[in-house]
């Protein structure tokens, strides 16, 4: 189902050309960690924005317009976290998971559209957190929280998900994009056996990591890893901080948005 939806995706971008008569299409990439601000580039022809619209779909989502004649929609949840440049990127302010999803930027003057329409792929990394111990029940946060309550003696388990337009068992595997959780050191924590590392049944883009807190994890960091053939896309450094009495545990999410990757 989910290869069927790329190849929809891909043949409504054909469609949309043909019908439009654009001179091109360009095409984008771009990888970043939930919690980071993030810059959509569009293939500015005009001296100005005022027609310039933005429009944005994902696999739960039909296409909402979200940049009209470059006018902000206020009807969309996101819009107070939206901006547009001077020079037509779209700006969004704190990514969260379901920012991802497919990003056009198209011109019109006239009616008649101008220069090449920008497709732009967003991609998101996020983990979210889950403690739990024999003697108290399960707590939970996300990633965009910066505590949870964790201590010594629990088992605390760190979801990282890859958010993506594409078939994660398709196109996100065949083209060797891979997650990993390291150390500090940047060794991959599947070569410790203190840690368990296990991939979703349901799909590649999750990778779990869960282990029993130790007193001297007190400023412990773990990575949470977006690679492609073993380059370095993004990255959710997760640090772990307990309090003075050791009771509670205060984990603070830092996120690393370490390159934009872009294809023509």
């Known amino acids: 189902m989910a290869d069927k939806y790329d190849l929809c995706l891909l043949g409504l971008i054909i469609l949309s050309s043909l019908l439009t008569g654009?001179?091109?299409?360009?095409?984008?990439?771009?990888?970043i960690s939930s919690g980071e601000n993030v810059s959509l580039s569009c293939n500015k022809t005009l001296s100005d924005c005022k027609s310039t619209t933005w429009t944005y779909e994902n696999r739960h989502s039909g296409r909402v317009?979200?940049?009209t004649g470059g006018i902000k929609n206020k009807d969309t949840e996101r819009h107070e976290r939206l901006s547009l440049e001077s020079d037509c990127s779209l700006n969004i302010k704190n990514v969260t998971g379901e920012d991802y999803g497919l990003y056009i930027c198209e011109q019109y003057v006239n009616g008649r559209e101008q220069g090449s329409d920008a497709y732009?792929?967003?991609?998101?990394l996020h983990v979210s957190v889950s403690s739990s111990s024999s003697s108290s029940s399960s707590s939970s946060s996300s990633s965009s929280s910066s505590?949870?309550?964790i201590s010594p003696g629990r088992s605390v388990t760190l979801s990282c998900q890859l958010y993506t337009?594409?078939?994660?068992?398709?196109?996100?595997h065949s083209r060797r994009y891979e997650l990993l959780w390291v150390n500090q050191a940047g060794v991959d924590l599947k070569t410790d056996s203190r840690y368990q590392i296990l991939s979703s049944s349901s799909?590649?883009?999750?990778?779990t990591l869960?282990?029993?807190?130790?007193?001297?994890?007190?400023n412990r960091e773990w990575r949470c890893q977006l690679t492609h053939r073993d380059q370095l896309l993004t990255s959710v450094r997760y640090t772990v901080?307990?309090?003075?009495?050791?009771?509670?545990?205060?984990c603070d999410d830092r996120y690393e948005n370490m390159i934009l990757m872009s294809y023509r």
């Open 22 to 31: 654009t001179s091109g299409v360009t095409y984008d990439e771009v990888f």
């Open 65 to 67: 317009d979200l940049i």
């Open 120 to 124: 732009v792929y967003l991609h998101v």
């Open 147 to 149: 505590q949870t309550e």
């Open 165 to 172: 337009v594409f078939s994660c068992d398709g196109r996100v």
């Open 203 to 207: 799909s590649r883009c999750i990778l």
């Open 210 to 218: 869960t282990t029993t807190l130790l007193n001297e994890d007190d």
């Open 241 to 250: 901080k307990y309090s003075d009495d050791g009771s509670q545990t205060a």
